[in-house]
Nanobody
Framework: QVQLADSGGGLVPAGGSLRLSCVASGDVFTTYAMAWFRQAPGKEREFVAAISSATRDTFYADSVKGRFTISRDNPKNTVYLEMSALKVADTAVYYC??????????????????????WGKGTLVTVSS
């Protein structure tokens, strides 16, 4: 079992930056690839970014590539999502998630996050124009 606590959302103007955090507990964090998904109002949940457990390879949705950075601090059991050059279209609830025995590359292809085993409660990011 893994518990995920995501945080760091808030209101930010377009062009601004924000950092989300997700603290994991309950199992060996270093064995899990980690991902962020988001769900905008009226839209389906979508993949944002993922990071592998050991090699720290990263994968991004095309819509955030070059603007968002996912990273992890294994001693702190924490994964981060650094967001910059934010757009109004980035407004969404952001969820930290992971799955047993699943690579970060596979997480990228999980439509709507189906197949992910554990989820944070989500943190709201609102980008104002």
């Amino acid at each position: 079992q893994v518990q995920l606590a995501d945080s760091g959302g808030g209101l930010v103007p377009a062009g601004g930056s924000l950092r989300l955090s997700c603290v994991a507990s309950g199992d060996v964090f270093t064995t899990y690839a980690m991902a962020w998904f988001r769900q905008a109002p009226g839209k389906e949940r979508e993949f944002v970014a993922a990071i592998s457990s050991a090699t720290r390879d990263t994968f991004y949705a095309d819509s955030v590539k070059g603007r968002f950075t996912i990273s992890r601090d294994n001693p702190k059991n924490t994964v981060y999502l650094e967001m910059s050059a934010l757009k109004v279209a980035d407004t969404a609830v952001y969820y930290c998630a992971t799955a047993r025995r699943t690579t970060a590359q596979t997480m990228r292809s999980m439509e709507n996050g189906k197949g992910m085993d554990y989820w944070g409660k989500g943190t709201l990011v609102t980008v104002s124009s």
